[in-house]
Each structure stands twice: as C-alpha cells, then as structure tokens.
C-alpha cells in the first residue's frame, strides 16, 4: 500500500496546480491557527457584537496603508492617554493638575472627531471639576469644555470612585452647547472675527480647531504640534483621574479598515478564516462520510436495501434547500449548526449516487470475483478490494465538496440567514451591503471578503484538481 | 507497379519516460493489387507503423520522418489539409481495430457509411444512401441493413460495416488494424473470405496488420515480420513461413499451436524490450538462441538473402 | 465433479414489467475425474464460461446437480468453505484479476489467509506456490505490485493463487486468451506441468480449439447453452462428427501460404443469441445438413463411436 501511496503522492506533485492549492492551504491553516490562539473563542459575542467595543474607531475609515497610494495623505487614528498629570500645583485652595497629551497633525487634513474618556477617577471630599484646553502649533489656545465629575450619592463613603466600570465619555466635536459658545468666543479673541454658536456649528469645530483661516474665508488644516490638556480642579491632592484618553479620529484605521460600527475589519475577517475552515471541513467530512457509507452499503449488498436507499436519496436530493432553511432559522434561530445540518442533509445524496455505481463497477472487476472463489467474507472483499478502489474519489469528493460548503454559507450569510453572533467573511459583507457600502463606495468593507472566500474556495479546487489524476489513472500523465 | 512506397519511415512519441520509439525506421513496398501482412506482438509498432502512414498522429510527437511514396509522390509531407483532402480515405482508408466498436450509435449504420460520400463528393443524402446500399451488398450485407442502427447489429456485421465506410470512396489502399480480433472464430472466417473476394473483385491493395501469423498466411501474398518498431523479416509468404530466416520469426511461427499437425508449440523466454530504453545493436538479442556478443554491438541491416527477401539479422551478414 | 443436467439462466429486465431469459447454460451434463483435463470449446454466447462459474458454485443453476467428491453440493446452506478450498479458478484477464492495489505476497496469501493458516504453514505454500510457476526468486516478485509484471507473469502470480489452497479442481477460464502469442506455449506447458504434478482435474475452457488439442484429454464441444459433441481430444479432432465441430475447425487456419488461395468453407450466420434460439436443433440455420426434423426437433446426445453427439444424422455424415 506504500508504494501506491508514495506514487500517488509524487503524481498529485508533480502538477503546478497542486503545488499552489497547497501553498494557500498552508496560509490558510496558518492563519486559522494564529487567530485561534490569539483571539478568545467568544470573540463574537464578546466584542464582534458589542458596540462600546469599537465606539472609539473611526466610522467607516480605510485602511491605513492606502496613504501609500495617496499623495495628500490621509489623516491616521490616535489614541492618546496619561495616567500622570505633567504638573500638579495648589492655587487658591485647590489643587490643580494637568494630564496632558501631545498630537501631531502631519497631514493636511482635519480630524473627524475628538474625544475624551475618563477611567477611575477618584476623590475624597467635594466632586472635582475639569477644565479641557488646546494649545495649538502657532501657541494660541482654545478653552474648549468644562465638565464636573459626579457628586457623591447619599450613603456613598470616601474614597469616591468613578467611571471604573464604565469610563465617561464625551464626545466633544459633538456637544453642541458649551464647545460652540468657547469656540465663538475663540474666534473674536484670537481673529476678531464674529461668528454665533449656530455659526460655528455650522462652519465644523474640527475646522476652527485644527485650521487657520485663509484668504477665502475658509479654513486650511494647520500642522503641527496640538497639547491637549485636561485641568482638573481639585479639593484634596489625593484626587486624581486614573486614565485620560484623547481620541482624534482619523480617516483610515488599521490594516483592513473599519465598518459603520468603527469595527477593525482586520479583525473580523482574520476570525473567519478558522470558520470557513471548520464549516468547510466539518460539513463535507460528514456529509461524505454519511453518503459514502451509504453508497457503499447500497452498491455491496445490492437488493432491497439497495433500493431503500437510493429512493431516500433521491427524496433528499430533491427537497428545496433555501425554504428549508429559511424556516429552520426561524425556528431555531440563526445559529452556526443550524447552517451546518442543512450542508449536510442536502449534500450527502449526490455522492450516494456517484460512489454507488462505482461499487457496482468495482463489484464486478474479476479480481473481485477471485476472493468469492476463494472463499473469502464479504466483509473482507468490501475492505480489502471494494473500498481502496473508490476511497481515492470520495477523498478528492470531500475536498471538492469543502468549497462548496463555504461559498454555501457564506451566501446564506449573505442571504441574513447566518449567525450573526460569528463574523464571518458571508456576515460582513451582509452587514456591508445593508449599510450601503456599495453605494458608498467603501471598497474596502466590500472587495477583501469577497475575495477571501474566493481565495479559500479556490485553494480547496486547486488540490482536489491536482488529485484528479490521483484518483482517476486515466489522467495520470507518468506510466 | 508500386503503388506505396515506403522508406526510413520512424515515429517517435514523446513520453514523460523519454521518447518511445514506435516506429523506427521501416522500409517495405506494396505492388498494386498486393496485400501485405504486418506482423508481430503488442507493443511491436504495427499500429503505429498505421497511423504514421495515415497521419493520424497524436499530439505528443517527437520525431516523424521519413518518405511514404503514394505512386512516387511524398505525401508525409502533405499538409494535414492537403493530405485530409486528397489522400486520407480518397486514395487509402483503414479499418481500425475494434471498429465496430467506434460506429456512431446514434446514427444510422447506412448513414455512416454513406457520410464521406456527403462530405467528400458533395453528393446529396439520398444518392449516398443508395450507394451505401450497394456497398452493404458487396460486403455481404443486406441492403435495408442500412436502416439499422449500430446496437441493432451482431459484432460480424459491424465489422462489414466498418469495411464498406473504409470502401466507400474507392481507395487503393486499405489499411486493417485487427479486423477480427474481436469477433467469434466462425465469424472470423466469413469477414477472411469477404476479404478475399474484394481483394480479387475490387483488385485493391491491402496492409493487414495482425499478431496471428497463421491469420496472416489466410490472405496475404507479402508478410513483414515486426519486432520492437522494426521490420525483421520481409518477403514472400511462401518465403516468410515456409522457410523464415531471422529467428523471432522462427519461434513466432513455431509458437502456433497447430491444429491439423503435431508440433508442439514452442514459446520464447523473456518480454519485448521496453521502447524507451537506448538500444544497442540487435534488439532480439536477448531472446535469441543463436546470439553472439558481437550482435549487441552495432544494428543489423536489412540483408536481402533470397529474391525480394529480406532479414534484419547478422546471422546472414557480417558483423565486421 | 459431476454436473447433471445443469441449466443456469439470467433474467433480464427490460422495460417495467418485462423479464427475459436468457438461457446461458440449457442442460449440460459433464464429468471431470481427478488427474483429467476436459477442454470445453465454444463461441461467444455458447455458455461455456458460465458453465465453468456454475461448477463452482459462483452462479446458481436454475435446475441440475452438482455432485463433487461424492457430495452434492447443489443446494448446500452456510459454509462451503471446504468446497472453496478444493476447487479453484483461473481468470481470463491478467491484469483485471489482480487487485492493482495488492503486491504479489498479499494477493497470493489471500487464500490461505482466508482459510487461516498459521505463519508457517503460509510461508510454505506460498514458495511452493511461487516456485510451481517459476516466478523466482521469490524475494524479487513477492513485494512487487501487478503493473511491474508483464501480462505473462501476472497470469502466472494468478496460476499460484489457485495453487496455494492445494485444490483438486480447476476451472481455467480462457487463461491464455490476453497473453501475447509468443509467450502462451509457456503457460500451457507450464500448466501441464502442474496438473500433472498434482494430479488436477481440470476444466479448461477456450474459444481456441487449437490449444484444446495441446492441452486436454477429452473435449467438449459446446453450442448455444448445450454440448454438441464430447469425445477425446484426439479423436474429436482428427474427426470431427457433429456439423458445427467441424465448421469450427474449417475456420481456424494453420500458418500456410496457399490458405490465401483458397475461400474457407465457412457456416453462413451468427451464434444465436441466448435469449431466443432457434428451435428443434439449435444449430439448424446454419447447418449445411439441415432437414424438417432437425428444425423441430432437438436431437440428443447419442453414443457414436466411443463419443456423444447431438445430431440427427450424425452417423450419415459421418459416412
């Protein structure tokens, strides 16, 4: 049996087809293996579905490294955090500190937004007060936000904890009563020009913020060094805030980009790839385990059985699919194995059929009929003769089915009938497409999962082509 | 007169192995109204030697050569539209072995018969018919057998079929590949007899390509003995089987198993040679009882040792 | 062995309701003894391989007895294990009748794997067997697969998995048929030689009447399911009795270069097709001595000169 196997192996070789199909296989494998050990199993659940998870990406941003591409270069994401104040001073009863974080605008675009998260912030007595300010590249300053940090409740003993469990946070290119009165007086001061808080509203903050004013009365991003400063005010020294976060936003994220949910879309396609391999893998290794021991059974023992078998088979094979499905959902809900048993009942019959008139053949080769003269069981003839000579097709059956299964549930994702608790490659784009990312031209939601389940369809056609002359002598090319 | 003509003809196929050498330089001639037997085991290149002639080459070819003179005219060379249009089937056809297995079965045996009438004539569908019915009559088939389609006939009477298409145009050489390898013995001797009447009827020529030397002494006025893609022995029948010079012809003729004399059928040790492999000197050698070491050394050549007589052996040369 | 009156049919289904019959093997009867060679000679459609299979109870007659060593094995339930182990076949094609997945060990110690011998007792047999067919060294062909050997040597690795079990009936169905020509006189002399050694009875079946003569002690002509004439080989062929012998015989030539001169007195038509023949005998379309009677009435095997022949007139052709 080596040698066949060592010959079988050199032949499947020998062809280029083969040779590729193996080398996506293994990057396929290796990046299932890399997400799975990287990534927590309750990733969908967990953080794919959570929104807060994602509340501070940007929306609907491209991926980073399309600035390769651009000369006017996109504005990248920043988080910027301190746990330290850079200086802390008493002044008239209260202690002052400052946290403070340093931004560099190197491109010539605006932020899309900015904002502030606070974490853990402590105090003793009286609830502190905090004070945000920018100083920006050409030294003028904008005070732009106070806020005031929650007073104690009654029957709540010091140390007085805040935003542990939940941080605060404050949109503040979006607060739309304080930032645009600071920001009108802004202008007068430093420009002399009159603008209303409707005006400014109107005109954009991150516009005023981050801009200069130029001949046409409009605004022109100013680079440069931005400090963004959070004062807080507070009664005893032992008051402080465990973490400040600056967020300004950018217009591209990461390496794949993010969805309408700021959602790192990197991250959601890398979990695909270990389901599609598990779906791709589990449905056709069932479904051709089920219709090939069927096949064989039917085909060997012949007779009644055989016919029971084959009119069930044919039943199978012609029940509707997508109905059938439509109404499990419904009734079980969109769930992952619900996706799977459909796969398996509608693709097992199809390889009934085949491998049955293969037994059928193979019963009649006369080296068969060698072993009955012989005296051998008909356990043994099935094992021995009948079945290494059609385990070879139901092998290339099962990678050629692989594809099949995943571009199937991709599409009945697609279709809104997936899980939606999994992100797979089928639930972005679905996810896409309701959102209008083709219309909206975000290329970036659209292209690369309908390209990876291409990619993994493709690589599974490549290896069950390369073993077709494997399984079929026929087409072998050495001999 | 010489009707075919043919000289250093060689088919090479290209393998993943190397090349095999099919047909490696034959040589024979064919008198008008002659049938020439092609003799010898699987693998010996009779087939091929066919299809070189016929120019139905594969497309894994890696040498084909040689000069194949239809009355004095080179046509390996033609052009495959050339040769489609003036020679293939017009001046020589073929029976192919297991023909009958390659009839159409989903098209009238008649109809067969009478389609390179259509295509070749431009002659209208009911003229054809009608000539296909006369050529079923001087195959020895009833006429209305035209009607029939292939799985309506018996494995002898698709053989008829299969030589009145390779008739219909009215050759002058007709190829047989095997004509009746595949058919009962009873069988075998009506399609030999057939062959015998159109052979004094039509006057055609024939090359009869068999591995049944005692088939062959049934109808052919010439026999080439073939071994390992070359022609070993070539003359006379009376010659070839009555007194065969080259020693694989011998023990060909001597492993028959004679059904009204007594000899004991005799067999040869060993297998063909692998055509792949390079060869050295004479390819019998290592089956030959009468081999000497200086045989493997360089190739025997065709040594005429009667009148028209030829064997490919040193035992009749020297080897210096 | 001896079969009495065997008829084995098939039943083909043709359309939804229709079943025909098809009368492979229509009432033979045939004794084989121990150390005889009885060649069985006959057409496509003359149910000679059917008749080999029914001997060994691979196809199940419809009607008849077989009786093998003094048991009537015909019916027999459960196990006949015993019977498999004494009676062996040798199969027309060499390659198809070798697992292509199995080396030359595997497939020849099937058998005694089956019948479960011990490692020793294996070992032994399959060099007996091995060195009976000349296929040695044996270190070099047992671990060898089927597509490494030429179709004579397959054919000998099948010789030696019939041997193996120590049989003392054979059933060799057309073994030399896809052999080349060169090489076939080796095997029949080399399965002479074993059957003399071990004192086989042997049914040898053939379509080649020329190597029943080389082979086979008696002869049995079949025709359409029967036989049509049994005698010694010798005898039979030096004399052909029955119409049909000697069309068949007519129409094999010996390697003669004045064969192309003369036409072959041939039997005009077909062998019939078994589902329908031809009443009365069965050969009477094709027969040159056909009368009323022979197409009524279905002639007999009768005793002749030391042979048995199904024909009407055969003592007036004879003469």
Known sequence: MSSYLRESLSEFWASKISKLGVIFLLIVVAVSVYTIATFPLDYGTRYWNNPRYWVDNPKAAEPQWINYFLGDKKLGHTVLSTNMPIKAYLSGGYYLKFYSVSYDLTVNQFPTFINLKLEDVKYHTRAPSATIFITRPDNKTIELYTLTIESPVPN?????????????????????????????????????????????????????????????????????????????????????????????GGQVYGLMGTDTLGRDLSQGLLFGFPVALLIGFAASFITTAIGASLGVTGGYIGGRVDNVIQRVSDVANNLPQLPLLIFLTFVFGGKLWVILVVLIAFGWPSLVIVVRSMILQVKSASFVEASVSVGASKWR????????????????????????????????????????????????????????AVYLGYWWWILPPGLLIVFSAVTFVLIALGLEPVVNPRLRRRR | MKLLEVEGLKLYYKTLRGPVKAVDNVEFTLE?????????????????????????????????????????????????????????????????????????????????????????????????????K????????????????????????????AIAMALVLNPELIILDEPTSAIDVSIQAQIMNLLKRLKKELDISMMFITHDIA?????????????????????????????????????????????????????????PPDLVEPFKGCRFYPRCPYGKDEFEEKEPPLIEVEKNHFVKCWLYGDVK | MDLQNIRTYFYVRKGFFRTLTVRAVDGVSLKIDQGEIVAIVGESGSGKTTLGRTALKLEKPVSGKIIFEGRDITNIKGDIKWFRRKAQMIFQDPFMSLNPYMTVKQIIEEPIVVHNFDEKERKRRILKALSDVRLLPSDEFLPKYPHMLSGGQR??????????????????????????????????????????????????????????KYVSVNIAVMYAGKIVEYGPTIEVLKNPLHPYTT?????????????????????????????????????????????????????????????????????????
């Open chain 2, 134 to 161: 006369e050529l079923f009559k001087l195959v020895g088939l009833p006429p209305d057998f035209t009607e029939r389609y292939p799985h309506e006939l018996s494995g002898g009477m698709k053989q008829r079929v």
């Open chain 3, 155 to 212: 054919q000998r690795v099948g010789i030696a998995r019939s041997l193996v079990l120590e049989p003392t009936l054979l059933v060799a169905d057309e073994p030399i048929s896809m052999i080349d020509a060169s090489s076939r006189a080796g095997i029949l002399f080399l399965f002479g030689e074993i059957q003399k050694k071990y004192d086989l009875g042997v049914m040898y079946i053939t379509h080649d009447i020329a190597t029943a």
């Open chain 1, 156 to 248: 709540e003993v010091p140390p007085y904890i805040r935003y542990s469990d939940e941080p605060k946070r404050i949109l503040l290119s979006g607060e739309q009563y304080v930032v645009p009165l600071r920001l009108s007086n802004y202008l007068l001061q430093e420009y002399n020009l009159s603008r209303t808080p409707s005006e400014v509203i109107e005109i954009g903050y991150k516009k005023i913020i981050f801009g200069e004013i130029t001949e046409e009365d409009d605004f022109q991003p100013l680079k440069g060094t931005y400090i963004f400063n959070l004062v807080l005010k507070a009664r005893q020294g032992g008051d402080l805030i465990g973490k400040t976060t600056f967020i300004i």
């Open chain 1, 381 to 436: 003839i099935m094992a021995r003769h009948i079945f290494p000579q059609v385990a070879p097709y139901i092998l290339s059956q099962m990678i050629f089915f692989t594809p099949s299964a995943i571009l199937s549930e991709a599409a009945l994702s697609f279709l809104g009938l997936g899980d939606p608790s999994i992100p797979t490659w089928g639930q972005i784009l679905e996810y896409g497409f309701d959102h209008g």
């Open chain 2, 215 to 271: 088939l062959a002494s049934d109808i052919c006025d010439k026999i080439g003995v073939m071994y390992a893609g070359q022609i070993v022995e070539l003359g006379p029948s009376e010659n070839v089987l009555l007194n065969p010079k080259h020693p694989y012809t011998q023990k060909l003729i001597a492993s028959v198993p004679l059904l009204r004399g007594d000899r004991t059928p005799e067999f040869i040790p060993g297998a």
């Open chain 2, 32 to 132: 008008k109204g002659e049938t020439l037997g092609a003799v010898g085991e699987s693998g010996c290149g009779k087939s091929s030697t066919a299809i070189a002639i016929m120019k139905l080459l594969p497309t894994n070819v890696e040498q084909y050569e040689g000069k194949v003179l239809l009355d004095g005219m080179n046509v390996r060379e033609f052009n495959e539209g050339e040769f489609r249009r003036k020679i293939r089937w017009k001046r020589i056809s073929m029976v192919f072995q297991g023909a009958m297995n390659s009839l159409n079965p989903v098209l009238k045996a008649g109809f067969q018969v009478a389609e390179p009438l259509i295509v070749h004539q431009s002659m209208n569908k009911k003229e054809a018919i009608k000539k296909a």
């Open chain 3, 247 to 319: 069309a068949l015989m007519e129409a094999v030539p010996d390697p003669d270069p004045q064969n192309r001169f003369r036409f072959r007195k041939v039997v005009p038509g077909e062998p019939p097709n078994p589902i329908s023949p031809p009443t009365g005998c069965r050969f009477h379309p094709r027969c040159p001595y056909t009368t009323e009677t022979c197409k009524k009435e279905e002639p007999l095997l009768k005793e002749i000169s030391g042979r048995r022949i199904a024909c009407h007139y055969a003592e007036k052709i004879a003469k």
